[in-house]
């Protein structure tokens, strides 16, 4: 498999592999073999692994050509219950040719995995979501979303942890709490987990 | 404890920060210029770690309302002095830099979160931003006190970058002009990221880059080409290409960047154990 190694700064290493699922399984394995790793954050299909110290590019480069792709993912199981009452469920379900209902059935057929987290304490960027649901972020972000906003962007969805600003497209809310820093572990999701949303 | 006056324009609580936790979405924060953080708590007589108030650009109005020492760094520097319970101290506007470290003996003591005091903008972790009339607790550990000199800020900051890991995402010669003109420091900067205003850095693709993880001193460029110079509370992961990093030295320094004024940056390899395997032209595989 081919990766690329690319540094990011002194001290980090941005590593591109060919899928999630690499990078998901590189993040792991660099946590527990590569000493002096502060941090080994996944992305789409990328890892960056920020060292403490200026890091051993080849050591990484082998230990990212040795992670395989496919097979069954690991990770844990969760369901989000879900009240699809959404201010932009109406607009995603005119982008996709659809009822809101079946919207709805879609959003809450597929199994989306944690491909990485990001954007606030929390986030976690859900993949393998239905094709038909793919439509762009809004033009105008919104200044405010509420904590428990379930929203969809591009092949993304995902959860609003807190209030924050926003351009994603917002179907509706749960009462999960993504992100709790007095529990352990704070994020309620970590990257390889497997979501569904269930409609109430 | 000390009862906040005034905060000035911006006071937080830092200390250093929380590292290691950027895979669950959450910044490394801590002190924008560490190392005038690190030198405020040894002349304080703190612990390594101890938190202390970072102010921005002017400093706070404090009251202590207990016995205290005080020992003040970066754009401010005064040796540690003692305050009588009552005194009020005014750290003033600064001439040169743009953070001052109040560091008091003891440590600032607010509730940690996720094992740091440092107030998070990007998160929302840690203690709120400092107001008028916030009383905040002070510690009783403390260390012994070492005399140190403080290194002057320079009058033309110039920071290392490495280039990558996205160079060749720009068209050719952009690395070129990031390092060849001074930028002009936007007021619309924060712990977040500095913007920088100058002749734009151009793309060379157009397509969006999928999200991935950044670290503090990246310079990130948007479509409009402005590279934004990320700070502490920086995104974990980003969509814009990062066309250089600051190298970690120098990270103190962009940490006293004033806005009003410049930065030249100045491009460096990454180092020598990373440069041949590092090529930053190998075009990975698509997925």
């Known amino acids: 498999m081919s990766v690329a190694v690319r540094a990011a ?77 959404g201010p932009d469920l109406a607009e995603v379900a005119k982008l996709a040719s659809l009822s809101p209902e079946e919207v709805v059935a879609r959003h809450c057929a597929a199994t989306y995995v944690a491909g990485f987290l990001g954007f606030s304490p929390g986030f976690a960027y859900l993949l393998g979501g239905d094709e038909r649901l793919f439509v ?52 309620l999701l970590a990257a390889g987990d497997r979501v569904r949303f269930v409609a109430r | 404890m000390i009862e906040v006056l005034d905060p000035g324009p911006l006071t ?115 203690p709120p931003v400092a107001r008028a009339g916030d009383v905040l607790p002070v510690g009783g550990e403390a260390g012994e006190a070492a005399a140190v000199e403080p290194d002057p800020l320079p009058g033309e900051p110039v920071l290392r970058v490495v280039p990558g890991p996205r160079a060749e995402w720009f068209a050719p010669g952009a690395l070129e002009a990031l390092t060849s003109q001074p930028w002009r420091i936007s007021a619309a900067s924060n712990r977040i990221g500095i913007r920088l205003d100058g002749e734009p850095l151009a793309w060379a693709r157009r397509e969006e880059l999928r999200s991935e993880g950044l670290v503090t001193g990246s310079l990130q460029v948007p479509p ?3 590279p934004i110079l990320l700070g502490p509370d920086h995104p974990t992961t980003g969509g814009y290409p990062v066309i250089a990093v600051v190298r970690s030295e120098d990270l103190w320094l962009a940490g006293q960047l004033r806005p009003g004024g410049s930065v030249t940056f100045e491009r460096v390899a990454p180092s020598p154990r990373c440069q041949a395997p590092c090529s930053t032209e190998t075009a990975p595989k698509q997925d």
Do not use: C
């Not at chain 1, 999630?20 to 990328?46: Q, W, Y």
């Not at chain 1, 993304?156 to 820093?181: H, I, K, N, Q």
């Not at chain 2, 937080?12 to 953080?37: E, F, W």
């Not at chain 2, 101290?89 to 440092?118: D, K, Q």
């Open chain 2, 12 to 126: 937080t609580v830092q200390d250093r920060g929380r590292p290691g936790l950027a895979h669950l979405g959450v910044s490394p924060s801590g002190a924008a210029d560490p190392r005038a953080y690190e030198l405020g708590n040894a002349l304080a007589g703190n612990r390594p770690g101890a938190a202390s108030l970072e102010s921005t650009l002017a400093g706070p109005r404090l009251r202590f309302l207990a016995d205290a020492v005080v020992a003040l760094t970066g754009a401010v520097h005064r040796p540690p002095f003692e305050v009588a319970a009552g005194e009020v101290l005014e750290v003033g506007g600064y001439v040169h830099g743009a953070r001052t470290y109040v560091a008091v003996r003891g440590g600032i003591a607010v509730e940690p979160v996720l094992g740091s005091r440092s107030t998070d903008l990007m998160g929302g972790l840690g």
């Open chain 2, 224 to 226: 409009n080409g402005l």
């Open chain 1, 136 to 187: 762009p972020r809004r033009a105008e972000p919104r200044t405010r979303v509420p904590g428990g906003t379930v929203a969809t962007a591009g092949v993304y969805s995902g959860v609003y942890p807190r209030e924050s600003p926003g351009g994603w497209r917002l179907l509706g809310r749960t009462d999960a709490v993504l992100f709790d820093p007095s529990r352990e572990p704070p994020a």
């Open chain 1, 9 to 85: 700064g002194d001290r980090a290493l941005l590593v591109e592999l060919a899928g999630n699922a690499e990078a998901v399984r590189l993040a792991e394995r660099a946590r527990s073999e590569l000493p002096g790793l502060v941090d080994a954050v996944p992305g789409h299909s990328t890892v960056l692994l920020a060292f403490d110290a200026a890091p051993d590019a080849g050591r990484v480069r082998a230990l990212a050509e040795s992670v395989e792709g496919g097979g069954v993912r690991a990770g844990a199981e969760v369901e989000l219950a879900v009240t699809y009452d």
